[in-house]
């Protein structure tokens, strides 16, 4: 598949972290969660969303995946990384991954990113997850998601 630049970018970062999945552009909406279950035609809870915060105090991006059907409690993160979390806007986000908002993918990013998992994903034998732009998905099974992020699973909801 011939891929927009975006999308090549995070193809070659699942190439170089040693894994096979492949991206794909498709004509319909995949900026949110609910319009990626649309257009992929799979259940909301296996749609990654891919969400930036920051460390209160450190001001250290923090990324957080997230199954579709969840929304992050944000105490429950901050418990996991020992300070509190403050909300990043669209510039910040797209400073440290390199990618706008509705196309953040869980890797790939300009720097390397603290990384927590929402436990739920892993319910999911397969799941989906933004590559680059609102177009540009790509799936793999859940399980691969802890060692294609270095993320670690807790508990989100
Ligand atoms: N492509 C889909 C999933 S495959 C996607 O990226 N969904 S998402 O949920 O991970 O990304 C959208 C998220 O971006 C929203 O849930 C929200 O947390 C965040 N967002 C949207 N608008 C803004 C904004 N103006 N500032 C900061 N964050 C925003």
Redesign the pocket.
Known sequence: MNLSKSAQRVQDAIIAAGCKFSVVELPGS????DE?AITIGCELGQ?????IFKGKESGKPVLVLVSGKNRVKEKRVAQCLGEKLS????DF?RTVTGFA????PPLGHLEPLITFIDEDLLEYETV???AGT?HA?FSLPSYKLPELTSGQVITIK
């Not at 995949?30 to 969660?33: I, V």
């Not at 909300?87 to 669209?90: L, R």
């Not at 908002?101 to 953040?104: D, L, S």
Request: no cysteine.
């Open positions: 995949t900026r949110t969660a990626s749609i990654v969303k891919s969400l909300k990043a806007d669209a986000t908002i509705g196309g953040i989906w997850a933004a609102p998905v």
